[in-house]
Structures are given as structure tokens and as C-alpha cells.
């Protein structure tokens, strides 16, 4: 029996919101920023992490996580505050499976389906990027040292995706829970 | 496989992005006062440089961002990415 | 019993014997030995027949060089062709076998075309197989039963294999000493750093050598530094993994086999390939030995010099008694001194006539006879060489040979000089240069981040390729922008030589066209009377030679033949080689597995299943799917043993009659909202979206910029500057691009941002008459009753307290409702709907049933119904067209062609005999009986049974269709037979939409 150097944990308590805005807008952004309680990304493959976690996903796109009751009052708050500006906020936690990744082999993992380079150095804290990983597009974040890694990846790909994890990990003893 | 600078995210694979064909193709602002044939230069016509050429990609696979590349069509060696201004003169060119 | 095996020596492990089989028989061999090297061990010098001519052939070389012993090895599913036995490792068990000769090696019928061989010249099949062009069927099975390099397993490949990206600063392609030493300097600086190697331990070259360096044996410097680089981080070495491909942008490719060596039926990962992004590259992968050009140059037992030191060192193989070494340079001189020293008699051939420089006092001091001066012009002996015939060298390549002598041997080691292995640099773009002083290729600029040194680079002695790898190393730190760390040059020991004199084709007795074979490309046969024979017949340029002779075309690309082929076209031309040029060099540089490039890719993970929330509740009501694009979509729900057709018509007649629900989450979904969000898709869609009301639907259709009807779909507004757009299952990502791309390329002065929902929400369709009371029934809080919610309408509820957004729009031509809820209760509301319904007999419907009631509705469905050269007009969608506003394509529609009045138009078609449901994509004739061909007049696009009809409908496009109505036309089957149709409107069921507004 290998040791499980990977293990892989479907979220079930989270929310998406999709967030467009302008980001030249000191405006919109201090709006933003006075609903979630933390920082709106404006650099590109960054995140901030508070409360919620807070992807960039394009220059004037963000995602945001949360646990999944705050979510529809998070909405209400943004659209409330938003009112004013060109913006758009859009519920997407039915869209998107999220899936936890960590254990020591897990770059290794990424690195058989992604053309991304995952190495410590250039993937580390408060980085995320959107590419593909086998054939899904997928969000890749950094969430925790040294090796955890959230991937977002849209619903109907998830089962395909798992699939794929569990014949990239075998190697690794790879477990899902 | 081509190494392609999105001007938001870095340089990816080509394979996070799709291709746009000739960059600067404006569209005409009164199409019913061109000719069939001013229309379908508009449409069909390219000039498919042998050399640099200017070419939009879409980083599909990534922020969804159109841009401009400017990409040698013999050597296959790509000067540079450049965001499309905002605004109507913006024009992709 | 291992004849040829020495008693000391080589990197082998002689208290690991290994059994093998060849052939058949049973041979042992050593753990470290390759296949070749064992062989040689055991005396084996005839490993295969040649390509064209069948002659018997034996190991000419050490590495991927190798022309002649290309072996299937292993059995079943896992056996390799094309396999180089000098490169296969050895393992017990291992089963190799010949793939020419039949039915036996030593008794190769084919081998008549040896002596039919003036006959079999460059170009035979081109001129003999040409005509009657009627035969080539015939021909083409005996040409195919006579060539290729062993087969392809029939079973399924039980290995598996892997893909692996990586990124690296630095990739060095080989580990001699070049390529080790600037891999030193890479890793100390820092840099992160590949090195890759295709044999199965780093040294390269030294691995063969007796050389030292800072005065000790070469393979404790390897020792050391391989030490060095495995301790550190940032390096990855690999061994057994061949560089093969050299693409864009720094793409490289590597195939690492990871258990071939072991055996087969290993667990784990068979072969990876490595897709390495690199900033800089060094290759690295040293020099080929030249054959010499002489009759008979192909026997058994006439190898590369440098191949038997090899196998001397290595492998403590000494592959003859009594050699004849035959040389141009001096490198063959170590040869004839390793040979000595394995106890063989030595007589060295040296066409110069001053002989060696310094090697030659050593070869001297060790006894060995030399003849400067002189050539080898044939080669006696058929299935083993058995001796040489020798001839003074006048200089003078258009001579003809005269008073030769005969010298005896078991072994002729040749050296026609070096070529460095420019394969990988050709690739990636590079140019090659003939260099005069060094007689080869060698590579001049540079397309790519990359750098040549070593050997490959054209140095040739050990000290040169240190310091030019070195010095490689340095500069490839430093373009990647790191401090290089200090490292020092080692030492090595050199003797002073004399010159390479180029000699590209010996002379024989006869002139070349009628002497023995010379042969140039070994592994394809080409011959040098095969390259004269091109030149007479017209060809120049290097590269139609090249195809005419098939020079080069072997799975070794030509690695030993094709600069002695260059250089023998320049002289048939008159040229220098420089003008003559080299042909280029393409992946893959040795040959790659199927297996490896196809990897995890196989079988369920060939392409993704998508699947709706739905899906799990269609897998149990024992659906089958159809796919539609990569989403599974039900097809039909059967009932006990139903088939397609019965399950079918019981789902339209229901949905008809009673209800019927589907899920149709598959549809494209987009929020499109922002202050100018009007104006934008006033100008995508071709209606004016500015007429409609908040909480209103419309059917709208959008349009290339030529016209052609490109997706359709419904849009709601929901709010005064919100839409809710809907596009076709396929059109999903192409559209949001389509309209992020006018966005942001042409109208970014247009405030509106996209949002795709397409996952988020789930859609489940309720049709049918009592659609309306299973809503009411789930428990809905909003009227559903026609005065507050009428047709194309739409409104936030909620069933059962769940939020939906409800649409009353209909494709089925019923009172129909769609229910788009957050996916995550989809499975929920999909039973709610199917519990509420149960009164009803509500019946689940598939994609085929959806099929069958939108086309009884003449609804056309985009990409089945039109292929992109189909306009709204040509659908008698003319009522869609704003005229008040532009919008995209819409310019396009004036264009002379797309008012051509002949042009393909929508129409219903109708079998005159009431039965024949005509099979899709038909084509259409006005007279089944004129002269073929026959001119056809449309095509069938949609075509199905409808049970509440009770006859076939079909949709065609028909050449001025729309002005045909109640003509006859015939569809003509592929049976030869055509039946007569019947042209009607495409709306076949309820015409004035009576029961969709109900």
C-alpha cells in the first residue's frame, strides 16, 4: 500500500459570486472593499484572504469564495452598494466545483495535466492562476503552505476531472475524502 | 507550441489561447454606403504579411482578454503582446 | 559461451548473467550489456535483412546511430518495433527478432532482389509501379508485405504512460563532458537546471574512452560531478531519455523510459514524455563516426570505429581476431590500439599518405602493421566479412583501382571522420555551416535560446569539448541572468594529430555504376550509383535527390549516410557540399511510441464527459446518452425493452397529450448587463432588442459579419439594462467570446459586462398540455395563468421554495414552462416535477423527442439545419430582420450572393409514399433519370418519424425552395433508388400556434 502523498477534498460549503467592475475606479473598488472587509485584487494572478478569498480572474473580474450561507447575503450587500456603478455580481456557486488538493506530491500531480510551472518558488502564497489541467479549464489557487492548493473547475467537467486525478495520483496514493 | 505574453497574466502555452486572425480590421462605421466590393475587402480581404504581423489572440483559458501580438509569420518568433486601447480608436491595431 | 566476451573490463556485471532470445535461440549476456553488445558477445553478426535489397546486414554501430540492427523486441501487447539494438538495454527474458527475412533470416527469398538488384535502382517504384495505374492495389500489398520495420501490436497496450511538464532555466540535451560541465556551472550558479541523457547512465562519450582527466580515469570526474548535481535541488537528471523534439518557443520534448530496461509487465509508469519549457537550451549530444563508401561496405562484421572501442570498453566485447581498421583520421588509430589491447592482430588502412600523428608511434610501439596511403576497396565474404582487397591511393576519386591485394580479417573498423549530431539545432530552426577545416556540418546561427557545444559543436578532442562546454554553460547562465559559479576546467590529456583528409567515395575496379555496391544510407540501401543515377536523370537540389533515392529516409534520418550523400551529389554536380546544402532535420531525432504520445488520453479520459446535475438521475432511469459535443445528453427514456423508435413516439405522443419534462441544462447562459447593454445587442442581434419590455422573451438570432445565421437562442430582459441570453448548446463559449471580442475590440466605448451562467443554472422543460397544472401542483408563488404570464414571459418564483427564474417559452410548439434553478437543486426539482406530474403521466423526454417536436414545428435547429452558408432569409426568418437599426451581418444579406434567387432555401419535405423516413444529409434531385452525374437541387437536414403525424417529416434546403411549394423532387438513397418527395411549409403541426399560447 502506498503512503497518500496527495489528497483531494471536495468543498461543499462555499460560495461564488462573480464580480465585474472597473478597476480604474477608486470608487468602485473602495465600495467593493467596504462590503467583503478585505482587499480587491487588482494585480494579475493575485488573491486576498480574509473572510472570504478573493480571486483575480481578468482585469475587471474577480471571484469570490465564502462559506456558502453568507453567500446570497454577500450578494444582496454588493448589488445594494453597487447600485450606482457599472458593475455586475453574479451567483455562480452552481457553476463551479471546488476542490481541495494538498500532501507533499500535489505540484507533481499538477504538473502531469498543467502547463503552468507550480514550482515553489513561483507559486507560492497569494497566487492564482486560471489554465487548463488535463482537458478543463480550470482556477488553481494557492491556499495554504507548502502544498495546498484549491482548484475551481466548472460543474459539469468535475467528474471528469476527479477521473483524471485519480489516474494522475496513483502514483502517489492519492485519496479523496 | 508557441510561449504567448498575455499582457494580464505572463507568458502561457498556447494552448490556453485561442486565435483572431489579422489585428487593426476596422469595422466600417456606415456599412450601407460601401460597395459589394469595399464590404468585402472589409470581410474577406488579409493582408497575410510575410514577416511581422500583427494578430489578435483571446487568452480563452485564462482572463478571457482580447490582445494584439505582433508574430513573425516565417520565424514564428513573437516581438510582443500589447493590451487593445480602450476607446473607439482603439481599433485593435 | 560468450566467444567474442573479454575476460576483464567493461561497465558490465559479470556475477549477473541474463538469459535472451533472438530468433529463437537462446544466448546469455551480461546486466550493463545492451542487446548488441551481448550479441556481438555471442558471436551474432547477421541481425537483419536490408530494406530494399534484403541483403544480410549485421551492427555497424554503439548508439541511435544504428542502421541495420532494427529488432522487434518483447512479446504480445507490450512488443516494440523499430528498435535499435544497440540502444535496447538488456533483460532477462528478453525475446528480440529480425523484422526482414522471410521465412528465415539465413534463407531470405526476398534476397533475389539482390541479384536483381540493377533492376530495383533509385526511383524503381516510381517508374515500374506508376502504370496500369489499376494494379497499384496489387502492387501496393506486396510492397507493403516486403518493407517496414517490424509490427504494431494488435491488442490494447496494457503500459502505462504519463505526461509531465516542466520548466527549467537551463535543459541540456546529452552528458558527455560537455554537456556534464555546463550543467556544473548551471546548477552551482544556482539556475534550475534538466539534463537529460539517452543512455542509461551519464558520461557519454567517456563511457567508451580510455581518456583521463586531471590525470585520473575519466569516469571518476563523471563520478564526481554526477555526485554533485544529484545532491543538489534545483537540478532533475534523467537517464534513459532521449531529447527528440525541439519546438517553438523553447518547447522541448524528452522521452524518458522509465521500465523498459527491467523487462515487460512492470508495474508503474512505462515511458514519460517530458514537455519542457526552457529558457536556454545546451545540446550537447556529441558527434557521429562516417562510414567510409567502398563495395560491399554493408557486410557483417565492417562496423564504425569508434563502435568497437566501445564495445571493447564497455562491454568487454572484442567483435573480431583480426581487424582491419580503415581510416581517414586519426581517432580510428585508438581503435587499432583498443583492439591490440583486446588482443586482436591490427593492420591499419590510412588513406593519407602521411598516416597519423603522434597515435601513430603508439599503434607502431603496439605491433601493428600500417599502410598509409592505401584504401579498402571491397569486401569478400557474404553473410561475414572474411577479408579486404586493398589498393594504393593515387588521390584521384575518378580512377579506377588496380593491382589490389588481399588481406584476410574478421572485422573491418572504419572511420570516415565526424559529424556532429546537428538533428536538435536543425530543429529548432538553427543553420548549419560547412566548415572546410573540420570536413562537416556545423552549426552556425542560432533561431532559439540555445547553444551547441562539445562535439556536437564541432570539437573533437576531450580538452575542446571541456572548455566549450564550459563556456556554454557560462553563457547560458548569463543570458538567464545569473552569476555563473566558479569551475574549474579539468585537464585532459592530448596527443598531437594530423588532419582529416576528406575521402567521400573510394574508387573501385570498375567505374561506380557497375562495381560492387557502395552503399551511403544502409538502413534505405541507397547506393552511390543510385545518387550518380539521380543526377543523370535531372535531379539537383539536394532535397528532390534526397526523395528520388531515399537517401536519408530511414528511421535513423540518415545519422551515418548523409553527409557522405552530400558530398557524393557535389561531386556528381561539380559543386562544393557547402553550395549543396543539407536537408532538414525533423522530430522525432530517434523514434517515439504511440504509447507515450498518447499517454493518460485513452480510453473514458480520451475527451471529458460533461454532465449536467441532472445526469445521475438519467443514468438511472437507464438512458442511453447521445453526445453532443462533450456534454452526454439522454437520448431517450426507454420503457422495459423499447427501442429508439417505440420510446420515441411514446414521448412525443405524451408530451403532447399530457406532459413531458427534459432536461436542457446544456444550453448556453449568459448575464449581459450595463448602462449601454441596449446598444450592444442591438447591434449583435438582428431584431431590435430595444422594443422589448422588462420581463419579456424573444426568439433572437445573431449573424456573422457575412450574413450567415451563426446561433440562436432566447433572450429575456429582466431588468431595464439586464439580459438574460441564451445561446445553442455548442455555442455556449464560442458566442461569449464572439461578444467579449466586439466588447473589446471594437466597441470597448460600450459599457456592458458578461457573465457566463451556463453551469450555474440548471434548466428542466415542462411541455405539454397540463405543464402548467404540475407547476401549480409542485406549489409555484406567482400565477401561472396565460393573462399574468404569457407566453414569452419571464419571472422570478419559486416552486416548492426554491428560487427559480421560469420562462414560458416552448421549442416543442406546447404550453410549455422552463425552469432555470441554481444547479445545486436541480436533482431536487427534477424529482419534485417528476412526483408533481406523476398524475399526469408526466414522461421524461430526450434529445431525440426534443428533435422530433421542434421539427414538427418547423423550428430549425442551428448547425443541423444550417452550416454556415445559410442566411435568415434563406430560413423565411425575414421577420427577425430590423430595418431601423445595423446590425452585424447585416450588409452581408445585400451582397449580390445572398440575394441570388437559386440559392438553398429551407423547405418541409413529405415522402409521396407516406413511410420512407429519408435519411439525413440525402441529397436532392430534380431528375433521378438524367445523365450522371446527376445535378442535385438540396439535402436533407432534418429527418424524422412523428408518431402525431403519423407519417415521416423531413427538413431540407432546397435551390429556390421557398418558390417550389407542392413540387415533387426525389431524394436519392444510397441504394441507388429514388423516391419522390412532396415539397411543403416546414410547420407541420399546428401552424398557428394555438397551443404554445394556450
Request: glycine share 10%; with cysteine.
Amino acid at each position: 500500500m502506498t503512503e497518500s502523498t496527495v489528497q483531494v477534498c471536495v468543498l461543499d460549503d462555499v460560495g461564488h459570486i462573480n464580480l465585474r467592475g472597473d478597476r480604474h475606479s477608486v470608487d468602485f473598488i473602495t465600495a467593493v472593499e467596504s462590503v467583503i472587509g478585505q482587499s480587491l485584487p487588482v494585480a494579475a494572478n493575485t488573491m486576498s484572504e480574509k473572510e472570504h478569498r478573493v480571486f483575480w480572474i481578468g482585469p475587471d473580474e474577480w471571484l469570490i469564495t465564502t462559506v456558502a450561507d453568507n453567500t446570497l447575503g454577500l450578494l444582496a450587500d454588493l448589488d445594494k452598494k453597487l447600485a450606482s456603478h457599472h458593475a455586475a455580481v453574479n451567483d455562480v456557486s452552481g457553476g463551479n466545483i471546488e476542490l481541495r488538493l494538498s500532501g507533499k506530491n500535489v505540484r507533481d500531480v499538477l504538473a502531469k495535466g498543467c502547463t503552468l510551472d507550480f514550482h515553489e518558488i513561483v507559486f507560492g502564497p497569494g497566487t492564482c492562476a486560471q489554465s487548463g489541467l488535463a482537458k478543463a479549464a480550470v482556477l488553481f489557487g494557492f491556499v495554504e503552505a507548502p502544498h495546498t492548493f484549491d482548484i475551481i473547475v466548472r460543474r459539469s467537467f468535475s467528474d471528469y476531472l476527479l477521473r483524471w486525478l485519480a489516474n494522475a495520483g496513483c502514483e502517489y496514493g492519492i485519496e479523496f475524502r | 507550441m508557441f510561449l504567448i505574453q498575455c499582457p494580464w497574466c505572463g507568458e502561457r502555452a498556447e494552448t490556453e489561447f485561442s486565435y483572431g486572425g489579422e489585428a487593426g480590421i476596422v469595422r466600417p462605421l456606415e456599412p450601407d454606403a460601401l460597395s459589394d466590393a469595399e464590404w468585402a475587402d472589409y470581410l474577406f480581404n488579409r493582408t497575410n504579411l510575410r514577416g511581422a504581423y500583427k494578430e489578435l489572440w483571446n487568452h480563452a483559458q485564462g482572463c478571457r482578454r482580447w490582445f494584439g501580438v505582433e508574430r513573425d509569420t516565417v520565424t514564428y518568433k513573437i516581438e510582443g503582446s500589447y493590451e487593445l486601447p480602450s476607446g473607439r480608436a482603439g481599433k485593435g491595431a | 559461451m560468450q566467444p567474442n566476451r573479454l575476460k576483464q573490463g567493461g561497465r558490465i556485471d559479470r556475477s549477473r548473467a541474463l538469459s535472451f532470445r533472438f530468433n529463437g535461440k537462446s544466448y546469455e549476456g551480461y546486466t550493463g550489456d545492451t542487446l548488441a553488445s551481448a550479441l556481438l558477445a555471442n558471436g551474432v553478426s547477421l541481425v537483419s535483412r536490408s530494406f530494399k535489397l534484403h541483403r544480410p546486414r549485421g551492427i555497424v554501430g554503439a548508439g541511435a546511430e544504428e542502421p541495420n540492427a532494427i529488432l522487434q523486441i518483447g512479446r504480445g501487447a507490450s512488443t516494440l518495433p523499430t528498435q535499435r539494438a544497440t540502444q535496447v538495454e538488456l533483460y532477462d527474458g528478453l525475446e528480440a527478432r529480425s523484422t526482414k527475412g522471410w521465412p528465415s533470416l539465413r534463407f531470405d527469398i526476398a534476397a533475389f532482389n539482390d541479384l536483381v538488384s540493377p533492376l530495383l535502382a533509385a526511383g524503381f517504384y516510381y517508374k515500374t509501379f506508376m502504370r496500369p495505374q489499376a494494379l497499384w492495389p496489387w502492387y501496393e500489398r506486396f510492397i507493403r508485405a516486403a518493407a517496414g520495420f517490424g509490427l504494431a501490436p494488435r491488442e490494447p497496450d496494457p503500459d502505462r504512460y504519463e505526461h509531465r511538464n516542466a520548466h527549467c532555466d537551463v535543459l541540456i540535451a546529452g552528458a558527455g563532458p560537455a554537456g556534464l560541465i555546463a550543467a556544473l556551472v548551471a546548477a552551482r550558479s544556482g539556475a534550475r537546471v534538466i539534463i537529460a541523457d539517452e543512455q542509461n547512465e551519464f558520461g557519454g562519450s567517456l563511457l567508451s574512452a580510455s581518456q583521463t582527466i586531471d590525470a585520473e580515469p575519466a569516469t571518476a570526474w563523471i563520478e564526481a560531478t554526477t555526485a554533485e548535481l544529484d545532491a543538489l535541488d534545483n537540478v532533475t537528471m534523467l537517464t534513459r531519455s532521449t531529447v527528440f523534439g525541439y519546438y517553438d518557443h523553447n518547447f522541448v520534448a524528452i522521452v524518458e523510459r522509465c521500465t523498459d530496461h527491467i523487462g515487460e509487465d512492470v508495474a508503474g509508469v512505462r515511458q514519460r514524455l517530458w514537455r519542457v519549457r526552457a529558457k536556454q537550451v545546451v545540446l550537447a549530444q556529441g558527434a557521429f563516426e562516417r562510414p567510409l563508401v567502398f563495395c560491399n561496405n554493408d557486410r557483417p562484421g565492417v562496423m564504425l570505429a569508434s563502435a568497437v572501442s566501445c564495445y571493447i570498453h564497455r562491454y568487454a566485447v572484442c567483435p573480431g581476431k583480426r581487424a582491419v581498421v580503415f581510416t581517414n583520421n586519426d581517432s580510428a588509430y585508438r581503435t587499432a590500439i583498443d583492439l591490440r589491447a583486446a588482443g586482436a592482430s591490427v593492420v591499419i588502412i590510412d588513406s593519407r599518405a602521411e598516416g597519423a600523428g603522434a597515435l601513430a608511434d603508439a599503434a607502431r610501439a603496439d605491433g601493428i602493421t600500417m599502410l598509409p596511403g592505401h584504401i579498402v576497396t571491397d569486401v569478400s565474404g557474404r553473410r561475414h566479412v572474411s577479408g579486404v582487397r586493398v589498393a594504393q591511393w593515387n588521390g584521384d576519386v575518378t580512377s579506377t583501382v588496380q593491382n589490389t591485394i588481399n588481406i584476410d580479417c574478421d572485422l573491418v573498423a572504419v572511420s570516415g571522420g565526424w559529424s556532429p549530431a546537428v538533428h536538435l539545432h536543425s530543429q529548432s530552426g538553427g543553420k548549419n555551416a560547412w566548415s572546410d577545416d573540420l570536413h562537416c556540418f556545423v552549426p552556425a546561427e542560432y533561431a532559439q535560446a540555445n547553444v551547441s557545444a562539445g562535439a556536437g559543436n564541432g570539437k573533437w578532442s576531450l580538452q575542446d569539448c571541456l572548455q566549450d562546454g564550459l563556456d556554454a554553460g557560462i553563457e547560458v547562465i548569463a543570458r538567464c541572468g545569473i552569476e555563473a559559479a566558479d569551475v574549474t576546467l579539468p585537464l585532459a590529456v592530448e596527443v598531437a594529430s594530423r588532419p582529416l583528409e576528406p575521402l567521400w567515395r573510394v574508387p573501385a575496379a570498375t567505374d561506380p555504376d557497375r562495381c560492387p555496391k557502395q552503399f551511403v544510407d544502409f538502413q534505405i540501401d541507397t547506393s552511390v550509383a543510385d545518387i550518380r543515377l539521380a543526377v543523370r536523370e535531372g535531379y539537383r537540389n539536394v532535397e528532390h535527390v534526397k526523395r528520388y533515392t531515399a537517401l536519408g529516409f530511414g528511421t535513423d534520418q540518415g545519422k551515418l549516410g548523409n553527409i557522405n550523400g552530400m558530398a557524393i551529389l557535389a561531386e556528381c554536380l561539380g559543386e562544393d557540399i557547402a553550395s549543396v546544402g543539407t536537408t532538414a532535420f525533423r522530430p522525432a531525432y530517434t523514434p517515439v511510441t504511440f504509447g507515450v504520445g498518447a499517454a493518460e488520453n485513452v480510453g473514458d479520459l480520451f475527451e471529458p464527459v460533461r454532465k449536467t446535475a441532472i445526469h445521475a438521475s438519467h443514468e438511472a432511469a437507464g438512458a442511453p446518452f447521445e453526445v453532443v459535443g462533450q456534454w452526454h445528453r439522454p437520448w431517450y427514456f426507454p420503457q422495459g425493452d423499447e427501442d429508439l423508435h417505440t420510446s420515441v413516439a411514446r414521448e412525443c405522443l405524451a408530451t403532447r397529450k399530457s406532459v413531458g419534462m427534459m432536461d436542457a441544462s446544456t444550453l448556453g447562459k449568459i448575464d449581459a448587463r450595463g448602462p449601454d447593454v441596449v446598444e450592444f445587442l442591438r447591434r449583435i442581434y438582428t431584431h431590435d432588442v430595444g422594443k422589448m419590455k422588462v420581463g419579456r422573451c424573444a426568439y433572437g438570432i445573431m449573424l456573422g459579419e457575412d450574413g450567415m445565421v451563426m446561433d440562436d437562442g432566447v433572450i429575456a430582459r429582466v431588468a431595464e439594462r439586464q439580459f438574460y441570453l441564451t445561446t445553442t448548446t455548442g455555442g455556449a463559449a464560442p458566442v461569449l467570446a464572439w461578444l467579449e471580442r466586439w466588447l473589446q475590440t471594437e466597441w470597448p466605448e460600450l459599457e456592458v459586462y458578461l457573465t457566463s451562467l451556463t453551469e450555474h443554472y440548471a434548466t428542466i422543460v415542462v411541455a405539454g398540455p397540463n405543464s402548467r397544472r404540475v407547476l401549480q401542483d409542485i406549489g409555484c408563488n406567482i400565477d401561472l395563468e396565460r393573462d399574468s404570464f404569457a407566453f414569452m414571459s419571464v419571472r422570478d418564483a419559486e416552486l416548492a421554495g426554491i428560487a427559480v427564474t421560469l420562462f414560458r417559452v416552448s421549442f416543442s410548439g406546447e404550453l410549455a414552462f422552463e425552469i432555470n434553478i441554481d444547479s445545486r437543486n436541480a436533482l431536487k426539482m427534477w424529482q419534485l416535477v417528476a412526483d408533481a406530474g406523476a398524475k399526469f403521466d408526466i414522461t421524461p423526454y430526450g434529445t431525440e423527442t426534443m428533435h422530433v417536436l421542434r421539427a414538427e414545428k418547423g423550428f430549425v435547429i442551428v448547425g443541423q439545419d444550417t452550416d454556415g452558408s445559410v442566411t435568415p432569409v434563406d430560413l423565411r426568418l425575414q421577420w427577425l430582420l430590423s430595418k431601423d437599426k445595423d446590425f452585424l451581418g447585416k450588409r452581408s444579406l445585400s451582397r449580390t450572393d445572398c440575394v441570388r434567387s437559386d440559392r438553398k432555401q429551407l423547405v418541409g419535405l413529405l415522402s409521396e409514399d407516406g413511410k420512407t423516413v429519408l435519411p439525413e444529409g440525402t441529397q436532392l434531385v430534380d431528375d433521378p433519370g438524367a445523365a450522371i452525374p446527376v445535378p442535385m437541387c438540396g439535402h436533407v437536414t432534418s429527418s424524422y418519424y412523428s408518431a402525431c403525424l403519423g407519417r415521416p417529416i423531413a427538413m431540407a434546403l432546397v435551390a429556390t425552395g421557398h418558390s417550389r411549394r407542392d413540387e415533387i423532387i426525389f431524394a436519392s438513397l444510397a441504394d441507388g433508388s429514388a423516391v419522390p418527395v412532396r415539397i411543403v411549409s416546414p410547420v407541420f403541426y399546428d401552424p398557428e400556434g394555438e397551443r404554445q399560447n394556450d
